[in-house]
């Protein structure tokens, strides 16, 4: 079985494969204070709880945008699995054709959601990832990465309102019915979750102006969910789809007999 991580800055993401079928998929906090023990015995603990024995991993896949954390995770793998990890980064495939200006500036997460989008929807696709950032990536018809933009994300955007103003309280990130609201609470979720859809919505349309209109557009993270609702320009949201490109970049990396 393969075991994928999608290390984030708020939260690690795992899911195991057998194959290509996803067996089961487990989100829990991003701590750079835990050891390799302490990472071990609770991811054992969510496996043994969901009838998954960590000693049958036998192939694992990370992507990481935390390096102080890969040390930590590594040696885990190799203390609990005995499974040495493929990291994604420099010198692995991943079958897509970089067109940054630096390509060791672009995030490993950002080149996994562009490998599983291309792969599942073709090209040219525009991928939006919903997490501490929210990030948008064009990929090309030809399978080119060709950069994107990087706005912040809706809990940074709470936090900042929070820590940076003496009266507005630290809020539940919830839809409200309306935009002309009539509390502080409500007007806080209103102005960062319909500015978000406003965001998202007219990024997208200037990314598909200076490349092309005819751009899929899939939506990934927590709550992409919530903006796809409101959105006019998501096409489709997959909650999966960076563990789906961890497991294809994987599959394009082991060695064929």
């Known amino acids: 079985m393969l075991l ?23 989100r829990i906090a991003t701590d750079k204070t835990k050891t390799s023990d302490e990472y071990g015995i609770l991811i054992n603990q969510l496996f043994e709880y969901n009838h998954i024995n960590l000693k049958d991993i036998d192939a694992a896949i990370i992507s990481s945008v935390v390096p102080p954390i890969m040390h930590t995770l590594e040696s885990m793998m190799i203390k609990y699995c005995n499974v040495n990890p493929l990291i994604v980064g420099p010198g692995v495939k991943t079958g897509i054709n970089i067109k940054y200006d630096n390509p060791k500036e672009v995030g490993a997460d950002r080149i996994v959601n562009a490998v599983a989008a291309y792969e599942l929807y073709g090209g040219p696709v525009i991928i939006i990832d919903f997490g501490t950032a929210t990030t948008f990536c064009m990929v090309s018809k030809n399978c080119e990465y060709l950069g994107g933009a990087i706005a912040p994300g809706f809990i940074i955007s709470a936090d900042a309102l929070f820590q940076r103003t003496a009266k507005l309280p630290k809020i539940e990130l919830i839809k409200p019915k309306n935009v002309i609201c009539k509390n502080t609470v409500s007007s806080m979720q209103a102005g960062i979750i319909y500015g978000h859809v406003g965001m998202v919505d007219y990024i997208v349309t200037k990314m598909k102006e200076e490349y092309s209109k005819k751009a899929f557009v ?6 992409a969910g919530l903006i796809s609702q409101e959105s006019k320009e998501i096409n489709v949201v997959n909650n999966m789809l ?3 490109g961890l497991r294809i970049i994987y599959e394009r990396n082991i060695e064929k007999d």
């Open 4 to 26: 994928v991580y999608d290390v984030g800055n708020t939260n690690i993401v795992l899911g195991v494969y057998d194959g290509k079928r996803l067996l089961n998929s487990f």
């Open 218 to 223: 899939v939506a990934t993270g927590g709550l």
């Open 242 to 244: 960076t563990l789906e």
